[in-house]
């Protein structure tokens, strides 16, 4: 079965989350059930990367990490778009395990696959107010029950990003809900089109500032950590970093 791949990019570092800093490489499906308003890879389902995708089986995609990253790496991390709705990335996950890799993924919660219980570092993103889109907390709490021992082990994480008070108050309820998963706040990237880094990196680190502000103070916040995209400080919105 084959995957659309819009691209392949790495050894770089993950840039978030609950392995932070983690040296991996990344493969990123094209197509989203979401359109989120800030969507800082808006290319993988607004039509704008369409002559990039690819589809792939898993031994192709296997064999475009062996060239790109040679053995220098041992973990790969799949995003999107929502990887979540290609059933058939579980050929691929199974490869990546057979071969000794480890494996992390992003996605937003919406789309249960059987295969999310493979995932050593599986990070779900339920979306805030300030994307636009409405969380089906229905869905979410189903696809948290089957990772039940998965969160056990330690490998799923929350991640909700956060552009304003009003994406705190989500935050809050979100972690309220789901108390055992280890809860991630990441500072929101308002300027996807500025191309000054440090300009960019500036206005990031005054969010991270006002986000840290914001949690010190608040006694439902004691058990987070907080934390900005380490890609786009250092690299700011470049693609494929
Ligand atoms: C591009 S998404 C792809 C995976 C999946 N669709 C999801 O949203 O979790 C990867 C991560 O980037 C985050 N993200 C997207 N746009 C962002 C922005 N402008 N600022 C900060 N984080 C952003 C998402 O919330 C998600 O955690
Ligand atoms: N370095 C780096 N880290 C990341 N963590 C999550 C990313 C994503 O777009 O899903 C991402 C990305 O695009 N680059
Ligand atoms: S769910 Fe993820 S990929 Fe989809 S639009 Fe939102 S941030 Fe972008
Ligand atoms: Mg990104």
Not at 88 to 94: A, D, G, N, Q
Not at 103 to 117: A, H, I, K, P, R
Not at 133 to 147: P, S
Not at 210 to 218: A, C, G, Q, R, T
Request: hydrophobic share 40%; net charge negative; proline share 4%.
């Amino acid at each position: 079965m084959k995957i659309p791949v819009i691209e392949i990019f790495g050894p770089t570092i993950q840039g978030e989350g609950a392995v932070i800093g983690k040296k991996t490489i990344f493969i990123r499906t094209a197509g989203c059930d979401y359109q989120c308003s800030w969507c800082d890879s808006a290319f993988t389902w607004d039509g704008s990367g369409k002559e990039d995708i690819t589809m792939m089986n898993a031994e192709e995609i296997f064999r475009e990490l062996e060239k790109i990253g040679l053995d220098n790496f041992e973990h790969v991390t799949i995003s999107g778009g929502n990887p979540a709705l290609i059933k058939s990335l579980s050929t691929l996950i199974r490869l990546l395990k057979e071969k000794n890799f480890k494996v992390g993924l992003e996605t937003q919660g919406s789309v249960w696959q059987d295969w999310m219980v493979e995932i050593d570092d599986l990070t779900i993103s339920p979306k805030p107010p300030s994307s636009g889109m409405k969380t089906d907390f229905d869905r979410l709490e189903d696809i948290l029950q089957l990772l039940t021992k998965r969160i056990d082990n330690g490998h799923v994480s929350i991640k909700v990003v956060i552009f304003n008070d009003k994406d705190l108050q989500y935050a809050k309820n979100v972690h309220k809900k789901f108390p055992a998963v280890p809860f991630y706040l990441q500072v929101g990237n308002e300027d996807l089109s500025d191309e000054s880094n440090e300009r960019l990196a500036l206005m990031l680190i005054q969010k991270l500032e006002w986000l840290v502000s914001k949690v010190v103070v608040d006694p439902e916040f004691n058990n987070v950590r907080v934390l900005p995209q380490l890609h786009t400080l250092l690299w700011g919105n470049k693609k494929g970093v």
